[in-house]
Antibody, heavy 126, light 110 residues
């Protein structure tokens, strides 16, 4: 069964840092891009970042660029999100989401997020 | 890229059809055939319903269909059922090699 399991969420003070992890199973991890998507309490979905299957390319939403870093360790089937300079606006459930292809907008399509983890809550508060 | 525009709510009676619109720009929805739709029940992770504008993943009911015209994509749910009551989000690839979600639509089954 294809699964994603996030961990690392918690309470952090404004200006602090946190690293999220997402462990994958049931598929060839390196063959797919992976995304982070977040959802603030009572709000809609916000795409955060994507990393290609090889890890060579990364892309970020403007709201997190320069503060968040996405990375992956294909030998451990694990995705990471290093979050620095956190503010209250970063409070959200963070989901990792498997991409449909090895890179975004791949020729051949399936440019979507077919598999999601259960999410991990990040609360930024003093 | 600003969030794609969706109606806040749409409702229908069981058995009816409803359509949810998703309006963007030529830099996202209008520029690529990479629009997807997600269903989210309260407290649950989103579920992919449509990808690449009009394709259904394996296991998704054929009551769900997608289309696009210009800068607006649409999700139609036919034969509305009680379990279809949920929040629905569209998403699109953008010219910045990023993704943007819609504002979300709450579907109510009357």
């Amino acid at each position: 069964e294809v699964q994603l399991l996030e961990s690392g969420g918690g309470l952090v003070q404004p200006g602090g840092s946190l690293r999220l992890s997402c462990t994958a199973s049931g598929f060839t991890f390196s063959s797919y891009a992976v995304n982070w998507v977040r959802q603030a309490p009572g709000k809609g979905l916000e795409w955060v970042s994507v990393i290609t299957g090889s890890g060579a390319s990364t892309y970020y939403a403007d709201s997190v660029k320069g503060r968040f870093t996405i990375s992956r360790d294909n030998s451990k089937n694990t995705l990471y999100l290093q979050m620095n300079s956190l503010t209250a606006e970063d409070t959200a459930v963070y989901y990792c989401a498997k991409h449909g292809a090895v890179v975004p907008a791949a020729i051949g399509g399936y440019d979507a997020f077919p598999i999601w983890g259960q999410g991990t809550m990040v609360t930024v508060s003093s | 890229h600003s969030a794609l525009t969706q109606p806040a709510s749409v409702s229908g009676s069981p058995g009816q059809s409803i359509t949810i619109s998703c309006t963007g720009t030529s830099s996202d929805v209008g520029g690529y055939n990479y629009v997807s739709w997600y269903q989210q029940h309260p407290g649950k992770a989103p579920k992919l319903m449509i990808y690449d504008v009009s394709n259904r993943p394996s296991g998704v009911s054929n009551r769900f269909s997608g289309s696009k015209s210009g800068n607006t994509a649409s999700l139609t749910i036919s034969g509305l059922q009680a379990d279809d009551e949920a929040d629905y989000y569209c998403s699109s690839y953008t010219s910045s090699s990023t993704y943007v979600f819609g504002t979300g639509t709450k579907v109510t089954v009357l």
